[in-house]
C-alpha cells in the first residue's frame, strides 16, 4: 500500500496524510437520486477498504472487513540493530473503538462511515 506523506516545509518532520483507499472488484451498483454510494461491500466480493488516518506521529489504519486497526509504532522492536524503526501493532475491534487507539497515537480520522 502506498503510504502519503506531506513534508512540512521549514521543519524537519513530515505527516502521514488520511485518506480511504477502496480497492472493489467488477461489481454492479445502481445509486438513485439522494441515496449514498457504498464503497465498500465486503469481502466475498472482492472489495477491501482501509481508512488511513492523519498523523504526525505514528501510522494508523483501519481495515473494514477484517475489523482491524494496525499501528505502526516504535514502540516495540526486535532487537537493537532496529530501534527506531515502526512495526504495527494490531488490534482486532471496531472503528469506533480504534479511533480511540489512533487518537492516543497522535492519530485522528477524518472519514466517519455510517
Same mark, same amino acid.
Given at each position: 500500500?502506498?503510504?502519503?506523506?506531506?513534508?512540512?516545509? @521549514? /521543519?524537519?518532520?513530515?505527516?502521514y496524510?488520511? @485518506?480511504?483507499?477502496?480497492i472493489a472488484s467488477n461489481w454492479p451498483q445502481i445509486v438513485k437520486p439522494g441515496e449514498n454510494i457504498i464503497f465498500h461491500q465486503g469481502a466475498d466480493k472482492g472489495s477491501?477498504?482501509?481508512n488511513v488516518y492523519q498523523s504526525n506521529r505514528n501510522f494508523c489504519c483501519y481495515v473494514y472487513e477484517a475489523n482491524r486497526g494496525i499501528?505502526?509504532?516504535?514502540?516495540?522492536?526486535?532487537? /537493537?540493530?532496529?530501534? @527506531?524503526?515502526?512495526?504495527?501493532?494490531?488490534?482486532?475491534?471496531?472503528?469506533?473503538?480504534?479511533? /480511540?487507539?489512533a487518537e492516543q497515537n497522535g492519530a485522528y480520522s477524518c472519514i466517519e462511515l455510517g
Open positions: 500500500m502506498a503510504v502519503r506523506i506531506r513534508a512540512m516545509e @521549514g /521543519e524537519n518532520t513530515f505527516q496524510m488520511a @485518506g480511504m483507499n477502496a477491501f477498504c482501509c499501528v505502526y509504532t516504535d514502540e516495540v522492536f526486535y532487537s /537493537e540493530d532496529l530501534e @527506531g524503526m515502526k512495526f504495527p501493532k494490531i488490534y482486532i475491534m471496531d472503528k469506533q473503538s480504534f479511533d /480511540e487507539i
